[in-house]
């Protein structure tokens, strides 16, 4: 099992595949701060935010969702076959994409559509699991949370 670590003080988690969003390349860093934008850009299936609740350090388990389980699930374009998954902070903006410095990691996958299914399962433990798709639509109407 793949364990993926980060800090957030945004309590944000990202999903996405930069390749996606490098229309976004030279926005203002907190672009997705907006939630029009946000919606906009998950509906759009360019990259999955999930709200935390707080602020921390959190440590998602790739591993399979259980159908006890509450969960939220989205799909994603992923052109390049990179799949970064970490802090909202790293999103991509103000000319940054994301370099791990807090954390997270890439997902190496073949360029295609994902469906990505988040979980929570403690406080500050999450768990992420990712299949292939034959679609990138979302249908979101507010911002994404699994606090």
């Not at 903006?93 to 997270?104: A, I, N, S, Y």
Request: charged fraction near 25%; include cysteine.
């Amino acid at each position: 099992m793949e364990f993926i670590h980060f800090f957030t003080d945004t309590a944000t988690m990202c999903v996405f595949d930069p390749a996606a969003l490098r229309h976004r390349l030279d926005d203002e860093a907190d672009w997705w701060s907006v939630p029009r934008e946000e919606v906009l850009e998950m509906n759009q299936g360019n990259v999955g935010f999930f709200g935390l609740g707080s602020d921390g350090k959190y440590v998602v388990k790739m591993d399979a969702i259980l159908a006890t389980e509450r969960s939220v699930a989205c799909h994603l374009k992923c052109p390049s076959g990179r799949i970064f998954v970490g802090a909202g902070e790293e999103v991509t903006g103000q000319g940054l994409e994301p370099e791990c410095v807090r954390g997270g990691m890439f997902i190496e996958r073949v360029p295609g559509y994902y469906r990505i299914a988040v979980a929570r399962r403690g406080s500050y433990e999450i768990a992420l699991h990712i299949t292939e798709s034959l679609t990138a639509v979302n249908k979101f109407d507010s911002p994404v949370s699994i606090d």
